[in-house]
């Protein structure tokens, strides 16, 4: 096995956290670059309104139900349509994000194949992991939890992706 070293604890565990997160990075700054700026300030401006209509409706159906008020019932249903078209605008908008994913996931393949020397099913590189060892472990109260190559990348890329979709404003946040 090539960098034997590597492929153990605590090398491993910081090597695929960099890769992670050089992934996350790449796919993030790509998703900007295909996203345009008024796209994004449409999604977020989108998900204010939201979460304001629904912060009201929430507020409006605990008073119509503790006051039985036909009227604030008939304002809640209106703001409920309204909502779903809020949210059918946002779905649609962040499904043009999509188009960015035959790229990411081209570039996750590759990685994947120097990791693991696979494609697929089909061996094609020496790899650094088999994909089953532990690369990672998490300390818990009952002791340490060990995370195999798939689960320790999943478990970075989220905490990356969340870091960079907010750091290029493609959250859809503040």
Same mark, same amino acid.
Not at 146 to 156: A, R, T
């Given at each position: 096995?090539?960098?034997?070293?590597?492929?153990?604890?605590?090398?491993?565990?910081?090597? +695929?956290?960099?890769v992670? $997160? @050089? $992934?996350?990075?790449?796919?993030?700054? +790509?998703?900007?670059l295909? %996203?345009?700026?008024? *796209?994004r300030?449409?999604?977020?401006? #989108?998900?204010?309104? +939201?979460?304001?209509l629904k912060? &009201? $409706? &929430?507020?409006?159906?605990?008073?119509?139900r503790?006051?039985?008020? =036909?009227k604030?019932l008939? =304002?809640v249903?209106? *703001?409920?349509?309204?909502?779903?078209? @809020? *949210?059918? *605008?946002?779905?649609? @908008?962040s499904l043009?994000q $999509?188009?960015?994913l035959?790229? %990411?996931?081209?570039?996750?393949?590759?990685?994947?194949t120097?990791? %693991?020397?696979?494609?697929?099913?089909?061996r094609?590189?020496?790899?650094l992991? %088999?994909?089953?060892?532990?690369?990672?472990?998490?300390?818990? +109260?009952?002791g340490?939890t060990?995370?195999?190559?798939?689960?320790?990348?999943? #478990?970075?890329s989220?905490?990356?992706?969340?870091?960079?979709?907010?750091?290029?404003?493609l959250?859809?946040?503040?």
């Open positions: 096995m090539p960098a034997e070293w590597l492929s153990t604890p605590p090398a491993s565990t910081i090597f +695929i956290l960099f992670s $997160m @050089l $992934m996350t990075f790449a796919s993030s700054l +790509i998703n900007r295909f %996203t345009g700026k008024e *796209q300030e449409k999604l977020t401006a #989108l998900k204010h309104r +939201i979460d304001e912060k &009201n $409706m &929430n507020e409006d159906r605990k008073k119509a503790s006051t039985s008020d =036909k604030l008939k =304002k249903r209106k *703001q409920e349509k309204q909502l779903l078209q @809020l *949210q059918s *605008q946002m779905a649609s @908008l043009r $999509m188009r960015v035959p790229i %990411t996931m081209a570039m996750f393949l590759i990685a994947w120097f990791l %693991t020397g696979n494609l697929f099913s089909l094609l590189l020496p790899g992991f %088999t994909g089953g060892e532990p690369v990672a472990y998490l300390p818990w +109260i009952s340490e060990p995370l195999n190559l798939f689960l320790w990348y999943l #478990l970075c989220f905490l990356f992706g969340t870091l960079f979709s907010r750091l290029f404003g959250a859809g946040g503040d």
